[in-house]
């Protein structure tokens, strides 16, 4: 299946930026809708952000809207997430998912494929 390695995370304080990396590695990148989901400590894998195959949609959480947004660039093969105006309450690990049909919704059950995971830390 496809790899799936997320970047960029790192400790930033209240208000400030940082951008996400998701490097694919596998054939059927263009092919489906990918996604970034968190997991704060304690709490349940929550849906961030998600964008079509061919990036032409994106659907983000009412938490995140208006901060964050969601790119692709098919040729590199890599996904993004840039997270503007950050929040303490944004800290959690961010995972990167590549879709498991044609949807792009919320439900974790529409993505196949999952990274490992990056840390995003933001201090009051």
């Known amino acids: 299946q496809v790899q799936l390695v997320e970047s960029g995370g790192g400790l930033v304080q209240a208000g400030g930026s940082l951008r996400l990396s998701c490097a694919a590695s596998?054939?059927?990148?263009?092919?489906?809708?990918m996604a970034w989901f968190r997991q704060a400590s304690g709490k349940e894998r929550e849906f961030v952000a998600s964008?079509?195959?061919?990036?032409?949609?994106?659907i983000y959480a009412d938490s995140v809207k208006g901060r964050f947004t969601i790119s692709r660039d098919n040729s590199k093969n890599t996904v993004y997430l840039q997270m503007n105006s950050l929040k303490p309450e944004d800290t959690a690990v961010y995972y990167c998912?590549?879709?498991?049909?044609?949807?792009?919704?919320?439900?974790?059950?529409?993505?196949?494929?999952w990274g490992q995971g990056t840390q995003v830390t933001v201090s009051s």
């Open positions: 596998g054939r059927t990148f263009s092919n489906v809708a």
């Open positions: 998912a590549s879709g498991s049909s044609r949807s792009i919704g919320r439900a974790k059950s529409n993505y196949s494929n």
């Open positions: 964008i079509s195959a061919g990036g032409g949609s994106t």
